[in-house]
């Protein structure tokens, strides 16, 4: 079992914003495993949502490249430990030539063990050498790449805020000739914002995984219990008397407390699939109601009305999202202790 740390709860109350005494216990209960306790604290109904990611806790840069036709793109994470660091341009100039060598990798090659631009050595060991010059750590941490399909595709890059977040998105047109119309490519570009912004986790529903489906009901049953479970409880105490409520005060509270069960046993499943659902709107691109233009529907309306209007049907096949230090725990140090190691040498 993992030690149940005042770090690790206070990591666990950013992701789900429940109290701190809720944290603890179920960090205890999960034996702190931080992912567990994120699923103890939703299936207990302390919170409806929480962030599965862990807050960005590296610097560098996340950049891209799109090929003159559009029909390729590779996106690329490259790590350092300060900000100060990934602005230099020793920094920049190491991964402007690692993006240019990914550019013409093939998917799934070891980019570290490739030669660098101008060099008859790896990027591994000329990143050994920068880390030898610029005195702190640098990792090529991961690269992946997207091609578009057939002649009406292609590949929309989006980076944002210099390199803290990027998307690239592969799009098809309804004909070859449509894929430089003005409202696709307006599309295509607001949808990979979109990406950026709301972070969905597939294209569509036909594409989430049936176990994580499976879980997600999980967790609704479990809401829906502990809520009757709850209420049922709080009747129990209710009728049980030694409390100081008058009788109009008391129906008053037993009244709320019946209407916290929740919808009866017999309709949870039907409850669920409704909740489940409303979760396809939000872990789904085209689900999600669209950020660009307000009031004009989800992403998969404005998909459809585009289509319309071009003659024939635009789709989004499959997208890259890479969030600068996603899931890199970052060591932070109290500075009062930071300050009197320093002192005491």
Known sequence: MAAVTPALIKELRDRTSAGMSDCKNALVEAEGDLDKAVDVILKKGIVKAASRAGKVAAEGEVATWTSPDGKKGVIVEVNCQTDFVARGDDFRK??????????????????????????????????????????????????????????????????????KLAVLLAAQAPSADKKTDGDFKAFVENAAMQIAAMSPVVVDKSQVQASDIAKQKEIYLAQLKEELDNATARIAELKAGGHDLN???????????????????????????????????EVTLLGQENVWEPGAGSVDKVRGELGKKLGGEVKLDAFLRFGLGEGIEKKTEDLAAEVAKTISG
Do not use: C
């Open 247 to 281: 009788e109009k005060d008391l129906a008053a509270e037993l009244k709320a407390a019946e209407q916290k069960k929740g919808p009866p046993e017999a309709m949870w499943p039907k409850v669920v699939e409704g909740k489940i659902t409303k979760w396809y709107t």
């Open 94 to 163: 190491f991964v402007a030539d690692v993006v240019s060598v990914a550019k013409d990798l093939a998917k799934g090659k070891d980019l570290a063990a490739e030669k660098y631009p101008g060099s008859d050595k790896s990027i591994d060991e000329v990143r050994k050498e920068l880390v030898g010059r610029i005195g702190e750590n640098i990792v090529v941490r991961r690269w992946d790449a997207l091609e578009a399909t057939g002649d009406a595709g292609v590949v929309q890059a989006y980076v944002h805020m210099g390199g």
